[in-house]
């Protein structure tokens, strides 16, 4: 999976089909998007694409109190690419993007510089200035790419979302926020001397001692009041992605 940066220095991509959104977490309710994107891809004979945001939106906009990040960049590329996307495209949400009018976006970002030929978008979506673009506004407008509303997931009858997810994971729930992921909760960082520091905007469960995988290998992670991560058994520093396993 390729990664660009902006909408300035992009390839030509062939018949791109788009979806767009913060994708913190990448959950069940996420996957139905990329499935969906995949496929229209796939019939258009085009390429998958995910726009998403860094930092996030809530940041920029001032409302970053009590944020948890379910996922970090590299932990959101990594489930990406495991997704089968061709590319991830990273925009800077900052204040002069925050302004752009929903018209704006769709007709001279997603259509004038990336070129998409159609967008997927979740029936709950909105974006653009003050939130007011969602599906029914793509309609009225009639641009010209091919719109793709994708209908609310639920997992045994619970709705899915970034927000349950969250708390479960508060709680320490793990084997229940990966049922509703669809795979099990990473955590990338860097070990130094034997502890990692995650981002501090990472969510991560209470304090004590989890079972996780690293390389495919058990091991335990010691999640310390403070959010630092001690694993045993102990391991060389460099970068890291740990996935934690049901109980």
Same mark, same amino acid.
């Given at each position: 999976? %390729?990664?660009?940066? @902006?909408?300035?220095?992009?390839?030509?991509?062939?018949?791109?089909?788009?979806?767009?959104?913060?994708?913190? @977490?990448?959950? =069940? @309710?996420?996957?139905?998007?990329?499935?969906?994107?995949?496929?229209?891809?796939?019939?258009?004979? !085009?390429?998958?694409?995910?726009?998403?945001?860094?930092?996030?939106?809530?940041?920029?906009?001032?409302?970053?109190?009590?944020? =948890?990040?379910?996922?970090?960049?590299?932990?959101?590329?990594?489930?990406?690419?495991?997704?089968?996307?061709?590319?991830?495209?990273?925009?800077?949400?900052?204040?002069?993007?925050?302004?752009?009018?929903?018209? /704006?976006?769709?007709?001279?970002?997603?259509?004038?510089?990336?070129?998409?030929?159609?967008?997927?978008?979740?029936? %709950?979506?909105?974006?653009? =200035?003050?939130?007011? $673009?969602?599906? %029914?506004?793509?309609?009225?407008?009639?641009?010209?790419? =091919?719109?793709? /509303?994708?209908?609310?997931? $639920?997992?045994?009858?619970?709705?899915?979302?970034?927000?349950?997810?969250?708390?479960?994971?508060?709680?320490?729930?793990?084997?229940?926020?990966?049922?509703?992921? @669809?795979?099990?909760?990473?955590?990338?960082?860097?070990?130094? $001397?034997?502890?990692?520091?995650?981002?501090?905007?990472?969510?991560?469960?209470?304090?004590?001692?989890?079972?996780?995988?690293?390389? !495919?290998?058990?091991?335990?992670?010691?999640?310390?009041?403070?959010?630092?991560?001690?694993?045993?058994?102990?391991?060389?520093? $460099? /970068?890291?992605?740990?996935?934690?396993?049901?109980?």
């Amino acid at each position: 999976m %390729d990664t660009f940066r @902006g909408f300035e220095s992009l390839p030509r991509f062939e018949r791109p089909v788009v979806t767009v959104g913060s994708f913190d @977490g990448i959950h =069940r @309710g996420h996957r139905a998007l990329l499935d969906t994107l995949r496929r229209e891809a796939a019939a258009l004979a !085009g390429e998958s694409v995910v726009l998403t945001f860094e930092p996030h939106p809530r940041i920029t906009l001032g409302r970053s109190e009590g944020l =948890r990040l379910l996922n970090t960049l590299a932990e959101k590329r990594y489930l990406l690419e495991r997704s089968g996307i061709d590319h991830l495209l990273v925009v800077t949400f900052d204040e002069a993007f925050s302004r752009l009018s929903p018209y /704006e976006f769709v007709q001279h970002c997603l259509i004038g510089k990336l070129g998409a030929a159609a967008l997927i978008v979740g029936y %709950d979506h909105r974006f653009g =200035r003050g939130n007011e $673009g969602n599906h %029914d506004f793509l309609n009225r407008q009639q641009f010209p790419l =091919r719109i793709v /509303e994708v209908p609310e997931c $639920g997992v045994d009858a619970a709705k899915v979302s970034s927000t349950v997810v969250r708390r479960l994971i508060a709680q320490g729930e793990m084997a229940q926020a990966e049922r509703l992921l @669809g795979h099990p909760y990473p955590v990338a960082g860097t070990v130094r $001397g034997g502890v990692i520091r995650p981002d501090p905007l990472k969510l991560l469960p209470p304090a004590g001692s989890y079972a996780v995988r690293i390389g !495919g290998a058990p091991c335990v992670a010691e999640i310390a009041s403070d959010g630092a991560i001690r694993i045993h058994p102990h391991l060389p520093d $460099g /970068e890291v992605l740990l996935t934690f396993q049901p109980c």
